[in-house]
């Protein structure tokens, strides 16, 4: 017998019966001797997806961290400067690592637990289709955890995340910038402002700067569809963020 995982040992065959009933519904449906080819949810399987524990906290935090994220570019003086149409390309491409740092410098930790599986009878009954948004995974989570408690190793000053912070919202490569010469400008200034604070306060750690650097790379490995569902789905609902945070960051 091939390996098999202990978790879904116990699995049994739907009742054939059933399946004949419902296959008449849903002609995708599998048949009974194809039902074990079927992925199943198991405690192992890094796919199977999952939602925060306390909900009600963690997103309070999470948004009390996104409001200060969109009023740190709102109060930047170089990002007031840009056009509106650039403002906006970097709102959309730049909020996700922005926050994400924002979570690490708040130390917002998080635990979470697995959501459960709707019945086989349930998902053909309501002819349910996959989602187009990413939902939360094991291992989408295990990778944005990781990415947080990198940075909380590093143990950042308030100077280090915030000239970070400028390298991350000033990206000259995001496509359709009308001034990415200056966007480009600002980069290289916030990376040589970071690598000036970084040797005065660490002279003895020449690697620092690279490491900093090297961590904050992980940011683009965290999805913004992950972000929203497991942070600001349970509160906002079918709202789009990106319109709340347009509001947010274009009103008087």
């Known amino acids: ?32 001797n194809d039902y074990h080819s079927i992925p199943r949810r198991c405690k192992c399987d890094p796919r199977r997806t999952v939602r925060l524990k306390r909900p009600s906290e963690i997103c309070k935090e999470a948004s009390a961290v996104l409001v200060k994220t969109v009023y740190f570019m709102k109060n930047l003086p170089a990002f007031k400067q840009l056009p509106p149409d650039d403002q906006f390309i970097l709102l959309k491409n730049c909020w996700a690592p922005l926050f994400l740092l924002g979570l690490a410098q708040e130390h917002v930790d998080f635990e ?17 289709e996959e989602m187009e948004t990413e939902q939360p995974t094991v291992a989408g989570v295990s990778k944005l955890k990781s990415c947080l408690k990198k940075f909380w190793s590093l143990d950042l000053s308030p100077k280090e995340y915030a000239y970070l912070k400028g390298t ?3 990206n000259p490569d995001i496509p359709d910038l009308k001034a990415s010469l200056f966007i480009e400008g600002l980069q290289q200034e916030a990376q040589q402002a970071l690598s000036e604070v970084v040797r005065l306060l660490h ?4 690697e620092r700067f690279a490491c900093i650097l090297l961590t904050a790379s992980m940011l683009q490995g965290i999805t913004t569809s992950l972000i929203v569902e497991l942070l600001f789905r349970p509160v906002i609902g079918q709202a789009d963020l990106l319109e709340l945070l347009v509001d947010m960051l274009f009103c008087r």
């Open 1 to 32: 017998m091939e390996n098999q995982c202990q978790c879904c040992s116990s699995d049994r065959l739907l009742n054939p019966i059933l399946f004949n009933i419902l296959s008449q519904l849903d002609k995708s449906c599998p048949s009974p």
């Open 112 to 128: 979470v637990e697995d959501v459960p599986a709707d019945s086989m009878l349930k998902k053909i009954l309501l002819r349910q």
């Open 168 to 170: 991350t919202i000033f």
């Open 203 to 206: 002279p003895t750690q020449q």
